[in-house]
């Protein structure tokens, strides 16, 4: 992919998530929408749900929920990638606590004016909210002890650099607990393209194996990924857990 492709994909996928902060309407899948049990806050429990602004749970877009497996402590520092709305950041927030912080970034304005605007209403002192690309992250190196995101990666059009750049903020020993869409090794990338557009958070997926070695060559050991349910034919919502080695 060229320097040209890129910004036109990174373009399509800034356009379409700024409409969606603005009419707080989901946008994954080859439909849009919030598909219950797919995408969308649908995959949040009620308990999640009702801790949050109503605007930040109907802007959630996402294939999961991160803040469910990655095991967040009092304390911890946590960085949500991709993080729109801000729901993930809010229930975040909580779980770490008053002596915790949570950075969300994002690259959308509209989201992240959106998030800000969650964040005051809930009454979180503990978030931050940056602007910029999750390709490179906005902050010093070892500095968080927690990555998540959900549905952001297959987003991405440099996948490399993300998980670098995930290794790098992360203090030794910290970890990554993260939801995406990713495709059953049998799919091409010919095949992904066909079942959805790149800004749909389908296109643009890797592959189960594609994932692992992404992760791994970016310096992570303990990969794991595990599918949790169906997006579309051949690709799937996923866990993925990962350690920065200590």
């Known amino acids: 992919m060229n320097a ?3 910004a036109l994909l990174r373009e399509q996928v800034r356009t379409r998530y700024a ?3 603005r009419q707080s309407a989901g946008c994954c899948g080859p439909a849009g929408g919030d598909a219950p049990g797919v ?8 308990a999640s749900q009702t801790a949050v602004p109503d605007a930040a749970r109907l802007a959630s877009l996402g294939c999961g929920n991160p ?6 402590h009092p304390g911890e ?5 991709g993080s729109g709305g801000g729901i993930d950041v809010l229930l975040s927030a909580r779980r770490v606590g008053p002596t915790g912080k949570v950075y969300g970034l994002d690259m959308t304005a509209e989201m992240l004016e959106l998030a ?13 909210f940056l602007a910029g690309h999750i390709e490179a992250i906005p902050l010093p190196d070892a500095r968080v002890d ?5 549905c952001v990666i297959n987003l991405s059009v440099d996948k490399p650099a993300v998980m670098r750049e995930m290794h790098r903020v992360l203090v030794p020993g910290g970890r990554i ?7 059953e090794d049998r799919l091409t990338p010919a095949d992904r393209a066909a079942r959805g557009g790149y800004a749909e958070c389908i296109g643009g997926a890797l592959s189960e194996t594609e994932y692992r070695a992404g992760l791994v060559a970016a310096g992570f050991t303990d990969v794991a990924v595990t599918f949790t349910h169906a997006v579309a034919d051949g690709l799937h919502s996923a866990i993925i857990q990962a350690t920065k080695p200590a």
């Open 177 to 183: 607990g993260i939801t995406d869409v990713v495709a």
């Open 77 to 81: 520092t946590v960085l949500d990638l």
């Open 39 to 46: 995408f969308g806050p649908s995959l949040y429990d009620d």
């Open 116 to 128: 800000r605007r969650n964040a005051a209403e809930a009454g979180a002192d503990n978030v931050e």
């Open 19 to 21: 409409a969606a902060a």
């Open 146 to 150: 927690v990555v998540i995101s959900n």
């Open 67 to 72: 803040t469910a497996v990655a095991a967040l």
């Open 4 to 6: 040209a492709d890129r």
